[in-house]
T-cell receptor
């Protein structure tokens, strides 16, 4: 079983600055994946970035990067050059590649200030 | 590609009634997931299908809940004898196992259930 912990219920960032959203995970699986999703107030879940447990390089997707530290079991999301449209709830999720199920954290609400 | 669709978007029902939700995944996706999300929480896994086979069910899925995916296409989630604690957003997601990004799940807009 996996457990995902997001310790920051809410975060504020100034527009155009970078922000790091924390995620730690606990799993006994050897093969797993970690996802970040964005959920705006409209409710849809939007995939942002993925990191596989065997990937040696940190994942990057545009302004999003994942700071993956396997020994510390952390998978923090870094958003560079924040925009007002980044204001949303962000969820970290762990995926068991054998069982095919995902476990989500409780999320972090990010507010970007103009 | 029209994405994952869910119907209805909203459902209000009285306690004790049965409700059924439908999810249409992205057409070539072979995996389909159901999650439940309550206010301020992350989605909780309920069950998932690979093609028509239901491969895993959460302990959250009591005997009042049943899900089907006949012919490996759309899926239905039925809740019998609804309780007020069933009020939540029910999310469906689909993915292509073995795709470029391992099991990247595309989510539908959800069905918001309110049990009075």
């Amino acid at each position: 079983a996996q457990k995902i912990t997001q310790t920051q219920p809410g975060m504020f960032v100034q527009e155009k600055e970078a922000v790091t959203l924390d995620c730690t995970y606990d799993t006994s699986d050897q093969s797993y994946g970690l996802f970040w999703y964005k959920q705006p107030s409209s409710g849809e879940m939007i995939f942002l970035i993925y990191q596989g447990s065997y990937d040696e390089q940190n994942a990057t997707e545009g302004r999003y990067s994942l700071n993956f530290q396997k020994a510390r079991k952390s998978a923090n999301l870094v958003i560079s050059a924040s925009q007002l449209g980044d204001s949303a709830m962000y969820f970290c999720a762990g995926y068991n590649t054998n069982a095919g199920k995902s476990t989500f954290g409780d999320g972090t609400t990010l507010t970007v200030k103009p | 590609d029209t994405g994952v669709s869910q119907n209805p978007r909203h459902k209000i029902t009285k306690r004790g009634q049965n409700v059924t939700f439908r999810c249409d995944p992205i057409s070539e996706h072979n995996r389909l997931y159901w999650y439940r999300q309550t206010l301020g929480q992350g989605p909780e896994f309920l069950t998932y299908f690979q093609n028509e086979a239901q491969l895993e069910k959460s302990r959250l899925l009591s005997d009042r809940f049943s899900a089907e995916r006949p012919k490996g296409s759309f899926s239905t989630l039925e809740i019998q004898r609804t309780e007020q604690g069933d009020s939540a957003m029910y999310l469906c997601a689909s993915s292509l196992a073995g795709g470029l990004v391992s099991d990247e799940q595309f989510f539908g807009p959800g069905t918001r259930l309110t049990v009075l």
